[in-house]
C-alpha cells in the first residue's frame, strides 16, 4: 500500500515538474517540493523504518513555520513558543515569538533588547526556569549587574550551586516567579490562545495585538483600582467631617 501510494506521488511529481517547465510559478514550486520532501520521507520513515528528525518535519504546508510543542510527556501542541518578560508590575516589557530556537539561546539577546529599550532602567533581579540554564547566561546576567539571578540550573547542582540556590532571596524570587503563569494564561484570554489570521506576517502582527491587549488591560485595572481607592479615602474623609459636626 505505501509503496502504491509513493508511486502515485512521484506520477503527481513528475506532472508538476512538466508544467514547470513551461510556466514558472513560485506557488506551484513550494507545493511540488512539498511533494518531493513527502515521498522521501515516507520512504525512509515506513519503508526503511528511520526516525525523521524534528526539525525536518513540516507539520502544515500553509503555515510552515509551526512547530510541534511538547508541553510535558502526554499533551503535545501544534505552534509556536513565545518568550515573556514582564516587570514587578505585570507588563510586558519585551516579547519574542520563537521560531526553532531554544530557551537557552534567549538570555543574552533579550538582556540586550532590554538594555537598548530601557536604557535608564536597572533590573535588580531576574528569574526564569530551568530550560533558560547555562553557565553562559548565569555569567551574562552578573555581568550586566543583575544582584539577584534566579536560573535554576539544570541537572546536578554542585555545592555552591546549591547554596545558592537554597539562599531564602532565591527561593522568595523563585516562588514568585509563577506569577508569571498567570500572565502566560490571561495573554490566551486576549487572543493568543489561537491565531486566527494566515500567514506568518499576520500572525507576528495578531502577537503583537494581543500583547498590546494586555498592556492595556492590565494598566486600565491599576487605574480602576487607584479610583476606587480615591473615593474610599474621599468617602472616610466626608464621614469624619459629618462626625465632627455631629459633635
Known amino acids: 500500500m505505501v509503496k502504491k501510494y509513493i508511486a502515485q506521488a512521484q506520477e503527481i511529481e513528475l ?9 514558472r510559478d513560485e506557488e506551484l514550486q513550494k ?3 512539498y511533494i518531493s520532501l513527502f515521498i522521501n520521507q515516507i520512504n525512509r520513515r515506513l519503508l ?10 513540516v507539520f502544515s504546508i500553509f503555515e510552515e513555520y509551526i512547530e510541534w510543542i511538547n508541553i510535558g510527556k502526554r499533551n ?3 505552534g509556536n513558543t513565545m518568550l515573556i518578560t514582564t516587570n514587578q508590575y505585570h507588563l510586558i516589557m519585551d516579547y519574542k515569538i520563537m521560531f526553532k530556537e531554544k530557551d537557552a539561546s534567549q538570555i543574552i539577546p533579550l538582556l540586550g533588547r532590554l538594555k537598548v529599550n530601557y536604557p535608564s532602567e536597572t533590573i ?16 551574562c546576567c552578573v555581568d550586566a549587574g543583575i544582584r ?3 536560573i535554576p540550573k539544570k541537572g546536578k547542582c554542585n555545592k555552591a550551586e546549591y547554596e545558592r540556590e537554597h539562599e531564602e532571596t532565591f527561593i522568595r524570587l523563585r516562588n514568585k516567579h509563577s506569577a508569571v503563569e498567570s500572565n502566560i494564561n490571561m495573554l490566551e484570554h486576549h487572543g493568543l490562545n489561537r491565531s486566527v489570521d494566515k500567514g506568518k506576517a499576520h500572525f507576528e502582527r495578531y502577537v503583537a495585538i494581543s500583547v498590546l491587549a494586555y498592556n492595556v488591560h492590565i494598566i486600565g485595572n491599576e487605574l480602576v483600582r487607584q479610583k476606587l481607592e480615591k473615593e474610599k479615602r474621599a468617602f472616610k474623609a466626608s464621614k469624619v467631617k459629618q462626625y465632627r459636626k455631629a459633635a
Open 15 to 23: 506532472k508538476i515538474k512538466l508544467v514547470l517547465e513551461n510556466y
Open 31 to 33: 507545493y511540488a517540493s
Open 48 to 57: 526503511k523504518g528511520e526516525i525523521i528528525p524534528a526539525e525536518e518535519k
Open 76 to 78: 503535545p501542541e501544534l
Open 124 to 139: 535588580d533581579s531576574f528569574s526564569t526556569d530551568k530550560g533558560f540554564w547555562s553557565k553562559d547566561n548565569f555569567a
Open 148 to 150: 539577584k539571578t534566579i
